[in-house]
């Protein structure tokens, strides 16, 4: 029992030494055996996502008493269990995350060794992740032990309530940012409302009462998210400056593509890279774009 504490004391602080900037996660739940005879056990969880893909997790479950059938004999057990495992996560959207993991699980208290040993086994999880608030996520999901003696492989249903602290592990980078004026804005346009582009030209703006006119910088063919498109360079101007209020954090540049002026970000080389952008914007600041290649050149 020692031994476990140790463990679960290790595996919850030893994140926090080696990144505290990403994401952390602690909550507890409902789990449901399903040979449970009672009412649902409990169980309490860390997860520390270091990656956009993967995570570290372990749990604590107590389970209430389960009723399983042996040789025409009914058996009662109750148990309690520690795991540690890794999860790969799936974004399905801003919203909704999709996992599947793996590891192991020991066997801290059982109440009856002839339906379950104190003993490691392995363990399957399958779940789905939904953000309620910028703190808070429920999680659904399913997991199947492998255990031996008379429970067997057996599986249980869980629902936990998680709440969120650290920085978030997709704060993006991007490969270049360009000199040109940080701009910024949403729109109500969608993508198949504006036209393609053909060499669309850059458009800085000037200061107000300035007779400088506008003029187009040469650029090479990238990938580009677009937020926006107006016919008026005035409106798009406008709609950039709110948006360089609103998010200070983003760059975004206007851009005049076949009779269009658009909002699009800093470049990228490719079109994963401009992607991974929109799931960031979208999960830290809930904006939308799409991605789009344009080639910039001086008209």
Do not use: C
């Amino acid at each position: 029992m020692k031994k476990l504490t140790i463990i679960f004391l290790v595996s919850v602080l030893l994140p926090f030494s080696l990144s505290a900037q990403n994401t952390h996660k602690a909550g507890v739940g409902l789990n449901y055996h399903l040979d449970q005879e009672d009412g649902p056990g409990y169980h309490i969880f860390y997860q520390w996502q270091f990656g956009e893909s993967f995570e570290f997790e372990t749990r604590y479950f107590d389970n209430s008493d389960i009723h399983l059938k042996n040789n025409e004999l009914d058996v009662f057990a109750n148990y309690s269990q520690f795991s540690i495992g890794a999860n790969f996560i799936k974004r399905y959207n801003k919203d909704l995350s999709l996992k599947a993991g793996t590891g192991l699980g020991f066997v801290v208290n059982s109440s009856n060794e002839a339906v379950i040993e104190k003993q490691m086994s392995p363990y399957i999880m399958l779940a789905a992740t939904y953000k309620l608030t910028k703190n808070l996520s429920l999680e659904f999901g399913q997991f199947s032990h492998f255990n031996s003696e008379i429970i067997d492989t057996n599986h249980s249903l869980f629902l936990s309530l998680s709440y969120q602290f650290g920085q978030s592990f997709n704060n993006y980078t991007p490969e270049e940012r360009t000199p040109e004026p940080t701009l910024r804005t949403t729109t109500t346009e969608t993508p198949n409302q504006v036209r393609p582009s053909v060499a669309p030209v850059l458009v800085e703006q000037t200061p107000k009462n300035s007779k400088q006119p506008i003029r187009p910088v040469i650029n090479k063919p990238f990938w580009y998210v677009q937020f926006g498109a107006f016919s008026n360079i005035s409106n798009g101007q406008q709609s950039l400056v709110k948006l360089q209020h609103s998010y200070p954090n983003i760059h975004f540049q206007l851009v005049n593509a076949n009779n269009y002026f658009r909002i699009i970000s800093h470049h990228f080389q490719s079109k994963q890279r401009a992607n991974d952008f929109i799931n960031m914007i979208m999960t830290n600041y809930n904006l939308n774009g799409y991605v789009t290649q344009l080639t910039l050149q001086n008209n």
